[in-house]
Nanobody, 121 residues
Framework: QVQLVESGGGSVQAGGSLRLSCTAS????????MGWYRQAPGKQRELVAVISADTKYADSVKGRFTISRDNAKNMVILQMDSLKPEDTAVYYC?????????????????WGKGTLVTVSS
């Protein structure tokens, strides 16, 4: 089993920045992809950004969000700049055993409890 713990959520005004971090612990050997999804009130959970050997971003965050990974620390970071009110959501860290290119087929295996990001106009 793998445990994921997120940190860094909070409230910010539009145009501001936040940095989310997620640390994985437990049986992390074999984990290939880590990343972030989000769920806004009344909406389905959606991909924000994921990273393995490749990266994948939602079109809505390209150019504003940057995902990075520290494999030595089993950590994934999401730098969010130029935030908009529509970025308001609970952000979930995720991890899985397959590469980014394959997660649409195989899915992701572990999820954190989520951290709330609120962007006010």
């Amino acid at each position: 089993q793998v445990q994921l713990v997120e940190s860094g959520g909070g409230s910010v005004q539009a145009g501001g920045s936040l940095r989310l971090s997620c640390t994985a612990s437990g049986s992390v050997d074999g984990i290939r992809t880590m990343g972030w999804y989000r769920q806004a009130p009344g909406k389905q959970r959606e991909l924000v950004a994921v990273i393995s050997a490749d990266t994948k971003y939602a079109d809505s965050v390209k150019g504003r969000f940057t995902i990075s990974r520290d494999n030595a620390k089993n950590m994934v970071i999401l730098q969010m700049d130029s935030l908009k009110p529509e970025d308001t959501a609970v952000y979930y860290c995720t991890a899985g055993y397959f590469e980014v290119a394959d997660i649409d087929y195989y899915g992701l295996d572990y999820w954190g409890k989520g951290t709330l990001v609120t962007v006010s106009s």
